[in-house]
């Protein structure tokens, strides 16, 4: 949750870049396969294996979070999180971030020190031996965090999401639902109009705290990755705008449908199914293979009239997209 600042605790406009980017780098740690880390133009990371997956993500005040709900600490461990998920769902295995920030003049020193803090720790629950290993720092009215994250696939041929086979049974890693439900509660409890207010943790029941957690501090099984690509999978890919959205991205790709047990998919399979920011992994394996961390929850059918079925019918359900979504989520 948000904290308040200290007495001590300066504005980023009144420091200089180096003392901002010193107070940053003393909070991150060094990865395993860093050669040269930050400090110079670039950094230099190992590949062991000869291939590099790489991806980006940009989180944006307004649309993507909240500074009445986010912590600095939150925001960090987020922002670390939802990138290693989509190195993990290629099958490779998280190995450094960079990280770009554009940030307001008169944001506090504590808050980036904690937000370095979380990006540290997310890292190191996660996927031990990745770290921040370099970025870049500027000025913005918009709090803006912008991370690109590599990986190594250690041999391995990545996992896309147009590999999945008739026949192939349709699994999950990771929880669904719980990341909208903690939205939910933010926008149900705790604004003032269009306003977020700070969000009274006293006030929330434990189902509503572990709601707020998976949204705000998510805990990808980033691990299972590399592990699912080991084992079998024919398809994956990370669950970050909803089950039923990205299945169908999967489906379409793999020019085939797929066809979920309503039953499988919890206590609300609506949640389940529409509920984004999950950052499970989505993942089809060969009949017969499934390894341990992973669920069923449905089949690979041959491609019909719909990319996606649910207990045989249509899904009418649809996910999370920012350019459909954006305004009844800012503010």
Excluded at 236 to 253: H, Q
Aim: aromatic share 4%; charged share 20%.
């Amino acid at each position: 949750m948000p904290s308040r600042p200290r007495d001590d605790d300066p504005t980023l406009g009144e420091l200089s870049e180096g003392e901002i980017l010193r107070a940053i780098l003393a909070r991150t740690a060094q990865a395993t396969h860093t050669l040269i880390g930050p400090g110079d133009d670039a950094a230099v990371i190992a590949t062991p294996s000869g291939s590099v997956v790489a991806t980006t993500d940009t989180l944006v005040h307004g649309p993507d979070f909240r500074l009445a709900w986010s912590s600095g600490y939150d925001l960090g461990w987020k922002a670390a999180a939802v990138n290693l998920a989509d190195v993990a769902a290629m099958g490779a295995r998280p190995t450094a971030l960079l990280v770009a920030l554009a940030v307001p003049r008169d944001l506090r020193l504590s808050f980036v020190e904690r937000l370095a803090d979380g990006f540290r720790e997310a890292c190191a629950a996660l996927a031990p031996g990745c770290a921040v290993v370099g970025g870049d720092l500027t000025v913005s009215d918009v709090l803006t965090v912008a991370v690109t994250a590599l990986g190594d696939l250690e041999g391995r041929q990545p996992v896309t999401r147009s590999g999945a086979r008739i026949g192939d049974v349709v699994a999950v890693a990771g929880e669904l639902g719980h990341a909208a439900h903690g939205l939910s509660v933010l926008f149900g409890r705790f604004r003032d109009g269009d306003k977020p207010v700070t969000v009274d943790a006293d006030a929330l029941a434990p189902g509503e705290r572990a709601a707020l957690d998976a949204q705000l501090r998510p805990s990808p099984p980033i691990g299972l990755g590399p592990f699912a690509a080991t084992a079998g999978a024919t398809a994956m890919m990370d669950i970050s705008d909803g089950l039923a959205l990205d299945a169908r991205r999967m489906a379409a790709a793999s020019e085939v449908t797929i066809a979920l047990d309503g039953a499988s998919l919890g206590g609300d399979p609506l949640r389940a199914l529409a509920g984004g920011e999950d950052h499970a992994l989505l993942a089809t394996f060969p009949p017969g293979v499934l390894p341990p961390g992973f669920r069923i929850i449905g089949a690979v059918s041959p491609q019909g009239d719909h990319d996606l079925l649910v207990d045989g019918a249509p899904a009418d359900v649809s996910g999370w997209d920012p350019y459909r979504d954006w305004d009844s989520t800012s503010g």
